[in-house]
């Protein structure tokens, strides 16, 4: 679904603008403007933007938040992460992108908690739309409503404004006020208290500047409860989730050696649909062995090809070229947890969209069609065997050779 916004963005820029042509302002080795210098506008844009405050990408490596130096990490960073993650072993959760398809990790993660099977997760990590769900389930169950009107009430006016920006096709503001409205002071409290308590709640975004992925400890941002953590905490989340060219890029306030100077952040899934732990520890020859006692990966998307006669407009060309990349990296990470999850001796869970799906969609963010999603995972959840224990099979995959398809609870 994300990847239709992200084709409902391009379509909507293409009839507006009126074949107006986007332009990259900057070349790698090429001079900067001063700070005070607007720069240049791509022809059709509606207005200039000033341009940023110059740093290095030294500056941007030891950066750290005014006044918050410890609430963040690079995601390939191994040492900083280790440090970061509970002292007690516990079952963690990771929920993937997926857009409004998140819809199915709500239901299900509901239906767990309805059924009196959904632990107190030690590590929840989230990316994207999955960055949207974590908090309400690290929480607690006292959450569920809200979490489930979350995915079930809003419309696409509720997240977007179809009004090009300088950046991107789509305009944000509206879900900026959803998540102010969403993540009430209260709920950032009751974060912080299970920050305190041991737990650790993780939210992915990108750092286009850097290339990089950047972990975010929410709960060291909630615990420090001042209006500055809860802006910086509603900031990220709106950040996660942020699909590059369909909406616009966040930009965070950071400062290195005394240079004030903002960020570029944009959706957790350019650097991976999903976050378990640094690549250099999940890679196949690494003998790290996740300090978890069970490991439960929540996919919202269906991950079966689709046939879908492409008509020739950057729009549909773009849906199901970057539709079918999200499905291949969803595939191979999911493939990549399962044998780090075997390594550390520790049970697999996995749940995804069904092939079986297919309740019509009117467009992005339909009520009906979230509402039938959230049902589906609703009824999964609360079924005896919500997970299976390996991935699901590749197409084509000769019987002989197919996973199990035994499915488990959610106690291990």
């Known amino acids: 679904m994300a990847v239709a916004i992200a084709a409902f963005a391009a379509q909507s820029a293409l009839t507006h603008a009126q074949g107006a042509t986007l332009a990259r302002t900057h070349k790698p080795g090429g001079k900067k ?17 000033p341009a940023r405050r110059p740093f290095t990408a030294a500056e941007d490596a030891a950066a750290t938040i005014p006044g918050m130096p410890d609430v963040r990490f690079w995601a390939d960073s191994t040492d900083d992460f280790v440090k970061a993650l509970p002292e007690k072993p516990g079952p963690w959760l990771t929920l993937s992108s997926g857009g409004s398809d998140g819809a199915f990790g709500a239901g299900l993660l509901n239906g767990l908690s309805a059924s009196g ?8 990590t989230g990316v994207s739309t999955g960055a949207l769900i974590v908090p309400f389930v690290f929480a ?6 809200a979490l489930r009107d979350a995915f079930t009430k809003v419309t696409a006016a509720d997240v977007f404004e179809i009004n090009t920006t300088p950046e991107s096709f789509l305009d944000t503001w509206p879900l900026k006020d959803l998540i102010a409205k969403q993540v009430t002071p209260a709920l950032i409290a009751d974060i912080a208290t299970q920050y305190r308590a041991g737990r650790r709640l993780f939210i992915v975004t990108t750092n286009l ?9 929410m709960g060291a941002i909630a615990a420090r409860g001042d209006e500055q953590a809860i802006k910086l905490f509603r900031t990220v989340l709106l950040a996660s989730c942020s699909i590059p060219g369909a909406f616009p890029p966040v930009f965070i306030d950071a400062e290195s050696n005394g240079n004030h100077f903002s960020e570029m952040h944009v959706d957790g899934g350019v650097g991976g649909q999903f976050f378990v732990a640094p690549a250099a520890l999940m890679a196949a020859r690494s003998s790290y062995r996740l300090p978890a ?3 439960y990966v929540l996919i919202d998307t269906g991950l079966q090809p689709e046939f879908d006669r492409v008509e ?27 044998l780090a999850a075997k390594r550390s001796g520790i049970g697999f869970n996995v749940a995804s969209i069904p092939p079986s799906f297919n309740a019509p969609s009117s ?7 979230m509402k039938a999603l959230y049902d589906l995972g609703y009824d999964l959840g609360k079924s005896p065997s919500p997970f299976d224990t390996v991935p699901p099979p590749y197409p084509g995959a000769p019987e002989a050779s197919s996973p199990n398809p035994e499915r488990t609870g959610a106690n291990k």
């Open 117 to 124: 099977k959904r632990p107190d997760y030690a590590v929840v």
């Open 140 to 145: 607690g169950s006292r959450y569920d409503n």
């Open 293 to 295: 006692t069970a490991l």
């Open 312 to 338: 020739r407009t950057t729009a549909q060309i773009l849906a199901q070229s970057v539709g079918m990349a999200v499905k291949v990296d969803t595939r191979l990470m999911l493939d990549r947890a399962y």
């Open 363 to 369: 467009g992005a963010f339909d009520p009906k069609y």
């Open 209 to 217: 500047d850097a290339e990089r992925s950047m972990v975010w400890n």
């Open 33 to 49: 403007a001063p700070a005070e210098t607007p720069a240049p506008a791509a022809a059709g844009q509606p207005k200039m933007l």
